[in-house]
């Protein structure tokens, strides 16, 4: 059963209720965050995508590869701390979107391209919001079982 609480709904989190021991409690599935519109340099198509606060701190963004999918990764929960004592700075971000799980069978990337052609490259962005959509959390179910020599032959691209 999917319900809002008063505290998720001031932060834009959804969760499930669900009985553990005889209590409730709440499992994250998706947060809601704001899209703006935003226009594709290649092909010229006009479509929002979602973006976050300036309060998002360690926080990042990913899509799916084909731009349809968005997904927030927090890169201070226990795995993404993990790979980063394995990482430079610089390649943080794509090793975690390459190592999260597909979603719908689609990998994640940072650089979120147009979802009509592709493109990263953004003409404008307008900065005038256009709703609201739902973002799922990034999970890393295949990788955290992985010990540190393979983690690092994963990240290396082995």
């Not at 409690?25 to 226009?39: E, G, I, K």
């Not at 307008?126 to 739902?134: A, L, P, R, T």
């Amino acid at each position: 059963m999917n319900k809002f609480c008063t505290f998720c709904c001031l932060v834009g989190i959804k969760y499930s209720i669900v009985q553990v021991n005889n209590k409730l409690c709440c499992l994250l599935n998706t947060m809601q965050r704001p899209t703006f519109l935003a226009r594709c340099g290649e092909c010229g198509d006009s479509f929002s995508r979602p973006e976050q606060s300036d309060f998002a701190y360690g926080q990042r963004l990913f899509s799916t590869s084909d731009g349809h999918r968005h997904a927030e990764v927090n890169g201070l929960d226990e795995f993404p701390c993990r790979v980063d004592w394995f990482v430079a700075d610089n390649d943080f971000w794509h090793v975690l979107a390459r190592l999260a799980d597909p979603i719908d069978g689609q990998t994640l990337v940072v650089d979120r391209p147009c979802p009509n052609c592709g493109s990263t490259n953004l003409e404008s962005w307008s900065g005038n919001q256009s709703g609201i959509c739902e973002v799922e959390t990034v999970t890393f179910e295949r990788a955290t079982l992985l010990n540190d020599v393979d983690l690092i032959a994963e990240i290396n691209g082995n």
